[in-house]
């Protein structure tokens, strides 16, 4: 049996294997500091509502995507046409 693991350490090690991330669910404190945290910047109530469900399943696939979407608002240029 020790050969066997040795064996899948060595072929583990050859293919780079990254240890898979555990998803974890936000607790309701969580998602009402992502929504706090989204409410920062102007936007959508569709987007709000699938941040939050998407922290229902993946805490930290919640955060990354209220992350770049937050960046994404900053990072844009807004033209603004005033009307005489």
């Known amino acids: 049996m020790t050969n066997t ?7 583990n090690k050859q293919i780079k294997f990254e ?4 998803t974890v669910a936000a607790t309701e404190e ?5 929504a706090e945290k989204l409410t920062q910047v102007a936007i959508s109530l569709s987007v709000l509502l699938q941040v939050l469900n998407i922290a229902k399943y993946d805490k930290a696939a919640a955060f990354r995507y209220a992350d770049r979407y937050i960046n ?6 807004w ?6």
Request: hydrophobic share 45%.
């Open 30 to 34: 969580e998602s009402v500091i992502l």
């Open 72 to 77: 994404n608002i900053k990072n844009s240029k």
């Open 79 to 84: 033209v603004i046409i005033k009307t005489a």
């Open 5 to 11: 693991t040795m064996l899948d350490n060595r072929i």
């Open 19 to 22: 240890p898979l991330e555990a």
